[in-house]
């Protein structure tokens, strides 16, 4: 396909499956709510110039809105606009730039471009088409692959060996949240749009790559903020289950690691180590309180006491006080309704064993 062409909607495929390089011209504010992996937001116009443009087209009409949005990126700021896609161009020669529907702001940057001597293909449909043939990739996976699903008390580390898989999807890692209330990463969690965006990308690949039978690990109808897609969460909640085991203290050991000492290092990494500390401190004591009302007062209570004598002498540099407080949230919060859930399940369940048995089952059967 040479430059200056349009990649058609039947390619899309090709493109999230090569991992294209992708120029984003639509606003800032469209491009934060929803994008592509790898996607570089260089926009035709600001929010500001968009916002104006949108409001002259519905005073004034459609000719006028063209004739300000000209106005408005004209000179200094549109020969810098089209400096940033030259040199995106540049790096990424094997790429291609879209709009919202493939309609006139792509085909203006096209044109200034090409006006400026670069040649740069552009995708019929835009944003809509990729976006739509993501979401014909997502509900086709839901509907025709089989699906196992991985269950397991809290800790047992379904999350680990699911990554061991080469047929396992980590929607928590895709939702960039571990699941619990105390799950949430320091970097935050991408929008509904880029979480479904991410999963239809890896189901597409893994498609492509000959996996029809995919292993998910047994999640809520959320993970954070972000929602299970309705027809997927529908097949997980009827599919196969593989219960996963652990000893307690590994559990409680894994859950020190990752859930305390792992996110004081990824705080660490963002605010400084001087900070991530206090910041653990109010993350795990907010994240303790979302469980009170289940818990009760006088247990919230108890283990909130137990945390906060865990902290200080985290300050101290020990970590070893934490094991008190997860091993009592385990027993009296956690496990009872991971036993409640399992014993709701029984029907579903088809192997159960430790990490490695499970292991192999899921390859075998993979």
């Not at 592509?36 to 104006?52: I, K, S, Y």
């Not at 029984?346 to 192999?360: E, H, K, N």
Request: glycine residues 10%.
């Amino acid at each position: 396909m040479g430059p200056g062409t349009a990649l058609e909607t039947a390619d899309c495929h090709r493109l999230f499956l090569q991992g294209l390089p992708l120029a984003d011209v639509r606003a800032p504010v469209e491009f934060a709510q929803g994008a592509f992996p790898g996607a570089v937001n260089l926009p035709l116009m600001n929010d500001a110039e968009r916002h104006a443009v949108g409001l002259c087209f519905r005073q004034h009409g459609q000719q006028a809105a063209i004739a300000l949005g000209h106005r408005l990126v004209a000179g200094p700021v549109k020969a810098e606009r089209i400096a940033a896609w030259a040199a995106f161009a540049q790096a990424h020669p094997d790429g291609f730039l879209y709009c919202f529907r493939g309609g006139l702001r792509s085909h203006i940057a096209q044109q200034w471009l090409a006006d400026a001597g670069v040649r740069y293909p552009l995708i019929t449909g835009g944003y809509k088409a990729l976006r739509q043939t993501l979401i014909q990739t997502l509900e086709a996976a839901a509907t025709g692959c089989g699906l196992t699903v991985l269950g397991g008390m809290t800790g047992t580390g379904k999350t680990d060996l699911l990554n061991q898989l080469a047929h396992g999807i980590d929607l928590e890692g895709h939702a960039h949240h571990r699941g619990s209330s105390f799950g949430a990463h320091p970097q935050g969690q991408p929008t509904q749009i880029d979480f479904e965006n991410r999963l239809a990308i890896d189901l597409l690949r893994k498609r492509a790559a000959g996996m029809e039978h995919f292993v998910w690990e047994d999640e809520g109808r959320h993970i954070g903020r972000c929602a299970v897609p309705p027809t997927l969460r529908d097949r997980l909640a009827a599919a196969p289950l593989v219960w996963l085991e652990a000893p307690f203290e590994a559990r409680v050991d894994r859950i020190l690691r990752d859930y305390v000492v792992g996110q004081q290092a990824a705080l660490a990494m963002l605010h400084g180590p001087e900070q991530a500390l206090a910041l653990l401190s109010v993350h795990l004591l907010q994240s303790l309180d979302k469980t009170a009302k289940r818990l009760g007062g006088e247990r919230h209570r108890r283990i909130r006491s137990c945390l906060q004598d865990a902290l200080v002498q985290h300050q101290a540099g020990d970590v070893r006080a934490h094991r008190a407080w997860i091993a009592a949230l385990l027993q009296e919060y956690y496990d009872p309704m991971y036993r409640f859930q399992r014993q709701q399940q029984a029907g579903r369940i088809v192997f159960t064993g430790d990490a490695a048995s499970v292991l192999d089952w899921l390859r075998r059967r993979g």
